[in-house]
Each structure stands twice: as C-alpha cells, then as structure tokens.
C-alpha cells in the first residue's frame, strides 16, 4: 500500500464517523420522541460531512494513483533530432512505458534542474526547504509552508479536494481554531454555532490547491492541540520526479540539466543548510530511470563542492562516464571529431573561474596531468562565464564552450545579453559552443534581504520573452533556462501558487509572490511558445 493509501484512510474513518453521528442524533431523537431545530441541524451537518468525505475518498485515491504519474513514457515516435545532438534510441523506445500522447521536445533546449529537495514524510526531515537567511546570525526557516523561497510550489500545496464541511462538538477555542486554519491555507471560514448543549460546531472553509484528507486531519489536530505540517515537494518521491518531468515534456524541454555535487555528496556538500547532504548524486540513477520513461535525456551541472580541483574533475569525469555513461538517458553532444559516434557526454561546470586556467588545463589539455581528451571518458566541458576574461580563459584551458547561467540580466558581464552576441562570434571562431541562460526573472529576498540590486520583475512573463529572444538572436547552439525548479532564487518556471503563512522565525504574515493574474502552468506554456518560436521543426510533425 502507498503513502498516498495510509492518507487516504483520513477521509474513509471521517466518513464513518459521520454515518455514527448521524445515526446517533436520530436515535437520539427516537427515544426522547422530539425532533428539534438544534438535532435537525447537527443531523444536517453530519449527512453533509458525510457526503463531503465520501467524495474526498474517491477524490484522494484517484490523486495518490494517478496525479503525479497520469503521463508517463516517451513519445512512440520522435523526428531526428538536428546536428549537434542525439535522439531518443530504438531502446528507449522499446524500454519506456507509452502513454496516449506525450508534447514533443526540442533537444537544444535545456533546463537547470534541482534535486536537492526533501521533507519530513519522504526523507525524514526537511532539505533545503529550510534554507538559511544568508546574514551574519540568519536563521533557517522551518519547512512546510514557511520555506526559503519568495514564491511556493503548487507540488508543495495539496492537489484535490476545495470545499469541507464538518461538525465538530467543541466551540470554546473559535477564535485559535480560525487563526490555525487561515495559517494553513483557508481563504474563507465560516463559522455556525447551534443552541445544542454541547455547541455543536459547523465549520465550513474552502481551501486553494489543497487536500481534502489535509483539511480534515487539520480540523482534528486543531481539537487535540497538535501542529498541522503542510508538506512540499521531495526530490526523491517518484511521483515528484514523474510529474516534474511531465512538465518538462509540456514546456517542450528536451534535456535537464542536474545539479551535481560530487560522488559522495550524501555526507558532504558545501550548501549543506543543517540538512544532512543533499544527495544529488544518491538520486541520479532513479531520476535518470524515469527520464528515459519520458524521453528527457540528462546532462551534469558539476557544482563547486568542497574540495573541487583538476584531480577530483578528472575523476568525475571518469566516474561519471563509468556509472552512467551507458545509461540511455544521458545527454550526449555530437561532434563531426568524436571518435564515439554517439557523442559525449556534457559537463557544465559552474563557478569554474574559481579554479585557475592552468588547473583546468590539467585536465582539458591533451597533454595535461589528467587529461581526458582521448580516453574513454572525455566529456564536452562547459565553463561558467562571469567576467569578461573567461571566454578567453576558457578556451585556453581547452574546454568545449562556455555557458552564463545567471537569470538577471545585467548582473555580470556574462549574464548581460547586450554581450551575447560578441561571445557568439568568439565561440564559433574557436570552434566552441555558446550556450546562454535564460530566466523568468530573480526574487531571492528571503534568502539574501541584501540582494534587492539584483531583482528581477516577471513582468507578466515579458522578462522571459526578452531574454529568450537575446538567446535566440546570439545564434546559440543551445539555450539553457535558468531554472526549472531553484526556488530559493525565485528563477523557477515550475508552477507556483498564491500562499500566506505565519513566519515562524520573525513573525507576522508573508505573503509569496506568484504569477499574478496567469495560470500556475503559466511559464510552463510560454516556455514551449518560445521554444516553438526558435526551432519550430523539433516541435512540427
């Protein structure tokens, strides 16, 4: 039985005991031979909840079978990709599991994406949700609904049910019973007391996107004087991963690109926010297995981990191509000069001017220390661009191309698109890949108050269309997206919705930012517009 199955018992008792108050006021009012007003109203409210959990049965188990898994598998049929990538192989083809339909993807286009994310229910306590206020003293916020992010994850709130009305036989705690329940997400309460001795309660609120099941547990928390939890999402939940991946094939995103912290990043990582490691590579396999389900193919972001030097590259590299290098997910780049036909793998190294230019030499030189130009494990090395040497620097030390990551234009020089062109020009004289980065916009207010310079409105999504068509006028060989799921930057184009929550830490109400007057799939469906726009063959039949 899932977890999804043990939830879903809330509602299934609810409704049981219902159909028990129910049958107690009738028999009730059998015996003393009178049909009040108050046991009219009481037996009203207990049918009614009845009803309304029995539909929270139903509803609950078709979310827990099918909300995060409703499509899964790679398209039946993908057109050859254009030069410089690889297509989904017959043996994808023949290992996936076909749904119906599937959007089709454009392999030139890539998404910086997090699995970095855990929480109590999956991995036994919050990771990362919990992000430190990056300032002298700052403190880590608690998870649930009070996360370090300035927007919050539609996969975070809870996916069914909107109305509940139950009965509840105490009424001395009203006013700590609504503070709770409009901390937790309700937007309407209505409270109805009737003359019953007992004052009987009739609570009636409308939750957004959130569960029936929850709501219930929440009333019933609230009368034992226990905290309610609102959980978000876990990178290592299947159904997370699957319904993420739905989402890249919707917004017409070929390639994720994975953020990757060394091999042993369980036990060690550099942005380890009291979370106990955040198990990028623990996770890459299973992300990678479902992938392949839906015709995404991966490629690593090889971020700078404690310890980060040419011999350690160079070893995960080797790693890398020996663990994975077979796996049918992983992206590989084409080059006429390959002597494997089927390309290499690619490597994004971000923050590489951390590292000098003679150390990365040591490894994308031919004749470096640790070269692995020519062995069975080279890869397509991409450095970061940040300032306005490294293009230069970059292709002294040998690598394959340069990318900008950032999502706020203007913040280096790199991620300044009026310089975009230029390093177009500069890559294709050298014979490398440009590779820009683009965003819906920058809010990292939570995390970083200092940071105000560097936010960037949405603009109703007219931010985005700027940057992209920048991308797309530098001829790249490739657009990244940064980012389909960084929350603590505010770059996500992962749905979003409209959430208050009492701030644990400072107090008060926080009210997250969110896509305005658009639907929470918005960025979802104008990145594939854009997408469309750019390379209309990999998305016409």
Same mark, same amino acid.
């Given at each position: 039985m899932t977890s999804g199955s043990f939830d879903c018992l809330t509602p299934y008792f609810s409704f049981l005991l219902s159909c028990g108050g129910a049958a107690f006021t009738l028999l009730r009012a059998r015996r003393r031979a009178k049909f009040t007003a108050p046991a009219r109203l009481l037996l009203f409210g207990f049918l009614f909840w009845g009803v309304i959990s029995l539909y929270g049965v139903f509803t609950c188990l078709d979310t827990s079978t099918s909300a995060a898994s409703q499509i899964m598998a790679s398209p039946s049929k993908e057109r050859r990709p254009a030069a410089r990538q690889t297509a989904p192989s017959a043996k994808d083809a023949a290992s996936a599991v076909k749904p119906a339909t599937l959007p089709r993807v454009?392999?030139?286009?890539?998404?910086?994406?997090?699995?970095?994310?855990?929480n109590p229910r999956v991995d036994g306590k919050y990771i990362h949700w919990n992000h430190k206020v990056l300032v002298a003293g700052g403190k880590s916020f608690p998870?649930?609904?009070?996360?370090?992010?300035?927007f919050y994850p539609q996969l975070g709130a809870y996916r069914c049910g909107m109305v509940l009305v139950g009965t509840l036989l105490r009424s001395d705690s009203c006013a700590s019973i609504l503070k709770i329940l409009r901390r937790n997400g309700a937007v309407a309460v209505v409270f109805v007391c009737s003359t019953l001795q007992a004052r009987g309660l009739l609570v009636v609120f409308r939750l957004q996107r959130q569960n029936?099941?929850?709501?219930?547990? &929440?009333?019933?928390?609230? @009368? @034992?004087?226990?905290?309610?939890?609102?959980y978000v999402a876990s990178s290592n939940d299947p159904a997370t991963i699957r319904a993420h991946m739905r989402m890249h094939r919707e917004a017409g995103i070929g390639v994720m690109v994975l953020s990757w912290w060394g091999r042993d990043d369980f036990v060690r990582t550099s942005l380890d926010f009291s979370s106990g490691g955040s198990k990028t590579d623990f996770n890459m396999r299973k992300i990678m297995d479902i992938a392949t389900e839906y015709g995404?193919?991966?490629?690593?972001?090889?971020?700078?981990?404690?310890?980060?030097?040419?011999?350690?590259?160079?070893?995960?590299?080797?790693y890398i191509q020996l663990e994975y290098g077979e796996h049918p997910a992983l992206f590989r780049h084409v080059d006429r000069n390959d002597a494997d036909s089927r390309g290499r793998p690619v490597l994004f190294f971000y923050d590489s001017y951390k590292l000098g230019e003679s150390e990365w030499a040591k490894v994308f030189d031919r004749n470096g220390a640790f070269s692995v130009r020519g062995k069975p494990w080279d890869v397509v090395a991409i450095g970061h661009i940040v300032n306005a040497g490294d293009a230069a620097a970059i292709r002294r030390a040998g690598l394959d191309g340069f990318y900008t990551y950032f999502a706020t234009d203007?913040? &280096?020089?790199?991620?300044?698109?009026?310089?975009?062109? &230029?390093?177009?020009?500069?890559?294709?004289?050298?014979? @490398? @890949?440009?590779?820009?980065?683009?965003?819906?916009?920058?809010?990292?207010?939570?995390i970083r108050p200092f940071n105000r310079a560097n936010q960037r409105s949405r603009e109703g999504g007219a931010y985005y269309r700027r940057m992209m068509q920048a991308a797309i006028s530098s001829r790249a060989d490739y657009i990244t997206i940064t980012s389909f799921n960084e929350w603590h930057e505010g770059t996500q184009i992962e749905p979003a919705v409209r959430k208050r929550v009492e701030q644990t830490a400072t107090g008060g109400v926080f009210q997250y930012q969110d896509y305005g007057d658009k639907d929470p799939s918005y960025y979802l469906q104008l990145t594939r517009e854009l997408l469309r726009g750019w390379v209309p063959e990999d998305f016409n039949l």
């Open positions: 454009s392999y030139r286009a890539m998404s910086f994406y997090y699995s970095w994310y855990g998870g649930g609904g009070d996360i370090g992010a300035d029936f099941y929850s709501a219930q547990r &929440t009333m019933y928390r609230v @009368l @034992l004087g226990t905290t309610v939890e609102t995404i193919k991966v490629a690593f972001h090889v971020e700078p981990y404690e310890g980060r030097s040419a011999q350690s590259i160079a070893d995960d590299a080797k203007g913040f &280096t020089y790199g991620s300044s698109t009026g310089n975009w062109n &230029t390093f177009h020009e500069e890559a294709v004289r050298h014979g @490398l @890949l440009f590779i820009p980065s683009v965003g819906p916009g920058y809010a990292d207010m939570r």
